[in-house]
């Protein structure tokens, strides 16, 4: 993929360029060792709380969000299959990101600890749109049942309502941020001849149009309900916007706050 079809941030025009252990943190935090530091907890808690709490111990059949059904799906097509596949995709190519980049193998404490802080700050407008469109429709339970990606709550346990939550921030945001809009930013950029910016808005809109239609926005028997298809199109902007500006990693964590408390508040 050429540069042109990489839509870059302020905060990340410098990323092509080894960093040194001095960088600020604005930088730090877009960096993919950073980014994996950082996501590791939550891939790691996801896979292990899935077997714990999402399969049955019968069957061993999985409850998992679509996004991660769809990721699996893809693999299985060229013969490769590992329910714990999608996550190793993203470990590797974070450490080949990093490879690629020559950056130094350090990481900085409080770098982290500000990611945390700042995907916390971040998930706060989502909550309170969220409150408020719950009250225009039919209640906050079966909006944070379309969140999961259809998953069916009722019944679930609080851990496995969790899990669920932090696997739609991971697998979410993978396949439509890191996957969905570098693959739409390419096609504007770099086969339609846009202008970067331009390309960058066509693939946050794409991409926000796409993860609406993903959720359930139907109403039974009546048809679309038109709130909730709004609502995520926003959500969907609004992740795009922080992918964009701040990295996967904060876009990931800001998803999966979010989730942890809207899908806790549907029990």
Known sequence: ??????????????????????APYAVLSTRPLHILAF?????????VCSALYLTD??????????????????????????VYLPGAVIVVVLLVWHLMLRDPWFLRGRTLAGMLLESCAWALPMLVMWQVVSLAITGAGELAAAE?????????????????AVGAGIYEELLFRMLGIAALHFVACDLLRMK????????????AAAFALYHDVYLAGAGVDWARLLFFFLAGVYFGVIYLWRGFGIVVATHALYDVVVLTAAG
């Open 148 to 164: 999961a990606g259809g998953s069916g709550l009722a019944g679930m346990s609080l851990p496995a309502r969790l899990t669920i």
């Open 196 to 207: 970067n910016r331009v390309g960058a808005v066509v693939a946050v809109v794409g991409t």
């Open 1 to 22: 993929m050429s540069n042109r079809s990489q839509p870059r941030s302020d905060t990340q025009t410098a990323s092509p360029r080894r960093v040194g252990r001095r």
């Open 57 to 82: 111990p019968e069957s061993g059949a999985m409850e998992t969000i679509r996004a991660h059904r769809l990721m699996y799906g893809f693999f299985e097509v060229f013969g490769v299959s590992g």
């Open 39 to 47: 996501l590791a907890p939550l891939i790691l808690v996801y896979e």
